[in-house]
Structure formats: structure tokens, C-alpha cells
């Protein structure tokens, strides 16, 4: 698997966990650590959302073949 797509996985998973947090307890743990509205806040959550559209514009259409 190349180091993109792993990486892509990843954040997908941290992601994927923070948002079962915020809708379980209201808990956003990527705010918690890096602060509400901070840059480093942003820029995690921009990483997700393009890992989000990574995956499914090159690595899921590979896999359906």
C-alpha cells in the first residue's frame, strides 16, 4: 500500500473517531488538543476532508474494478 494512502487511511480513522466523539458526548478531542478555531485545528481537519476525497476519487474506484 503506498505511504499516501496509508497516511490517507489514518487520518480518515482519526476522524472518523473524533466525529463518534463529538456526536456521543459532544467531545471534539482535535479541538481539546490543538484549541478551538486554532490553525493547527484547521489544518487537521482540512487533512481529513482531503484524505476523505482522496480515497474516494483514486483509491475506491481502483478497488471496484
Not at 29 to 48: D, E, M
Request: a positive charge; zero cysteines; glycine letters at 10%.
Amino acid at each position: 500500500m503506498k505511504v499516501l494512502t496509508m497516511v490517507a487511511f489514518v487520518l480518515l480513522i482519526v476522524g472518523g473517531l473524533n466525529w463518534g466523539l463529538v456526536g456521543l458526548f459532544q467531545f471534539d478531542l482535535v479541538a481539546a488538543i490543538f484549541g478551538v478555531g486554532s490553525l493547527i485545528s484547521n489544518i487537521v481537519y482540512i487533512l481529513v476532508g482531503l484524505s476523505a476525497v482522496y480515497v474516494a476519487v483514486v483509491v475506491l474506484p481502483k478497488q471496484m474494478k
